[in-house]
């Protein structure tokens, strides 16, 4: 069964009667909005009336009427007139009043129908008390009702014209912070907990400030205003264990949802103070690259998969690996001053390094991008007459030329610190061989030199025939040994 009715039509309706260019009927809306105003200043008790007074339960005809309405305000002739006749007013009037929690989730998906259209978008975001009384929405209990805010806040971040207006509200309102944790730390629905990532990677990108404020919330507590309906005895919540706890809900239900929290921590690596965040956390960052290192050896596209799933996990693939990076790089750096401090050379003892397959899936990767390569190229030769086709692939080309940076960079990383007893590793296990050296080589040279370069040699000292046989493929090498 649909969530929402189909909306009436007006054909039996007087002339003049009609909502814009619609069949809807103004005057069946105006009576809609009347009796909403009745449910929430009700004159005599019924029996779904709480003893306050106030209505908890919606009776199936005003509920199958006022979604009537909800489907209706996809339509921008009824969302003008809805807002002519102040239903954002109206809807205030319910969110301060109403104890109903399908009447609030209604009102905030028909407000956020109306802000899909750019001039009523602006009326709403301007509009300073509804917008609090919004925000206050995200500390609601009721799962339906969130999803419907963080939509509705989604829309108004995605206009140009008042993302400003949100993003400077939402940093001046403390709890939005607590509200989202709490969120993203608990909440089982999938749905409501990727829509609640796309807020966040919407506000992340939209402003470093907020970003650096709520990476800083993990170790001062903010104090926001008082809500009533406020989770309570929120605990001291802290950024990146929120996005971790949020990514491993949403892993196996939502790829879409994967991605955005991906992206999120993505994000969160290009301020110091994100990456001090995810690596000095207490157990040291090793939840974080115990679950990117698990998708990507165990779940991404793997050895079963056909090459061509790296141009379909290319965005995710590049989060993913841009934090291992940034993480790897942040690791190596501690362990450099360490040795610094105490001048003896100390082994890279990490569990970063550990894992041999990891490097095994960074070669797999560029392998498969040299079979989308390959297709891209056939591709062109095929759409040269086709500029939508050509446009298409460029973007292709684009986000794998990414991907390829991100993972050569990672991989270089981690074969200048391999030593001869990681190598042995690898080889015994068949992440390294003749073909997998030969494409990183491939991948990482010339830019990556020095780096293959080191790594040569400790190869040669764990296998002196693959070594030799790599520099007579590579001569570059030779001349340099």
Known sequence: MDRNPSPPSSEAEEEGDAVGNTVYSKHWLFSILTRLIEVISPEKTEPSV?????????DEEMENDICKVWDMSMDEDVALFLQEF??????????????????????????????????????????????QVLLQRLCDSDSPTLLETSRLLLTCLSQPEVASVWVERIRENPSVYDCVCFIMSSSTNVELLVKVGEVVDKLFDLDEELMLNWIKNGTCRSVGPSVDDSPEELPDFKIVPCILEAAKQVRSDNPEGLDVYMHILQLLTTVDE????????????????SLLYDLICHELCQPDDPPIIVQ??????????????AMFASQSEQEYIKMRKSNVKLPFSCYFILDMPLIGSLIRILQYMEGCGKRSVDNSKDSEQQETGRADLNEED???????????????NMLQELTKENTLEGLHQGHLNEQTCSCAFQNLLPLYFTSVESFLEVLREADQTLADNLEKRFPSLKVHT
């Open 50 to 58: 709480s003893p306050e007074g106030i209505q908890t339960e919606l």
């Open 86 to 131: 102040n239903a954002p007013d109206i809807f205030m009037g319910v969110f301060a009043k109403s104890k109903c929690p399908r009447l609030t989730e209604i009102c905030v998906g028909i407000l956020g129908n109306m802000a899909c259209f750019q001039d009523i978008c602006m009326s709403i975001s301007k509009d300073e008390n509804l917008g």
């Open 274 to 289: 994100g990456i001090q965040a995810i690596v000095q956390a207490p157990d040291g960052g090793k939840e974080t690259w």
């Open 312 to 325: 379909e996990q290319k965005t995710v693939l590049a989060s993913i690996l841009s934090v291992l990076s």
């Open 398 to 412: 684009f986000h794998l030329k990414i991907l390829k940076d991100i993972c050569c960079e990672l991989l270089s």
